[in-house]
């Protein structure tokens, strides 16, 4: 059921490191992600898959995780990504690439969960480091990782306080809690 998927739809940073993603299981994630809409659908994104260890190792110190969770600055050896989709965008076929990306990503995260899986959409990347390294011709402009894995963490959704504090936190339990705004707060008319 589509609601069920979406609630265990979360952003996980941290993975079971020795349970492997296949690059057909990475095939049939973006096999989804290319059925999203797409703005006077141009398609014009692209997709790179990364799931060698090898590559994976190169991919990883190129990313910036939790912003909120200053003393933590990323998942340890033994809870990194297994795989990662890189998702580029083609200026030759357009130069904006609207809300494509966004849509693309539900729709690959929801297989994703559908699967046993989960994953991290990253912004905060090292974009010249990563076309180096994957050799990405200048057409291409890189605009997300997304990194995926099978969870090891448990993400928890709670109502933001009085406070108004929307920052996600992780209790002694290594719980990661993520605060959301109620559904009356948000429905203005």
């Known amino acids: 059921m589509l609601a069920e998927l979406v609630r265990k739809n979360r952003t996980y940073r941290r993975f079971y490191q020795d349970v492997p993603i296949t690059r057909e299981t990475l095939e049939e994630l973006v096999d989804l992600a290319r059925l999203a809409a797409s703005g006077g659908n141009r398609q014009p994104l692209k ?4 799931c060698e260890p090898e590559k994976n190792a190169l991919l990883f110190p190129q990313l910036v995780w939790a912003a909120y969770l200053k003393d933590w600055s990323g998942p ?12 580029l965008g083609d200026t030759e076929i357009s130069k904006d690439f609207g809300i494509d990306p966004g849509l693309s990503c539900q ?9 046993g899986l989960g ?3 990253l912004a905060s990347i090292n974009r010249k480091k990563i076309r180096e390294i994957f050799n990405i011709p200048e ?4 605009l ?6 099978k969870p090891k963490e448990e993400v928890v959704i709670e109502e933001v306080g009085p406070d108004g504090d929307i920052k996600y936190w992780r209790d002694e339990n290594q719980v990661h809690h993520v605060p959301k705004r109620a559904l009356k707060d948000i429905i203005i008319g």
């Open 144 to 149: 997300y990782v997304v990194a995926l894995g």
């Open 76 to 87: 340890e050896e033994g809870e990194r990504p297994t795989g990662y989709v890189i998702i």
């Open 119 to 121: 994953g991290c959409i």
């Open 47 to 50: 997709y790179l898959l990364v």
């Open 139 to 142: 057409r291409y402009e890189i």
């Open 107 to 115: 729709n690959l995260l929801l297989g994703a969960v559908e699967k």
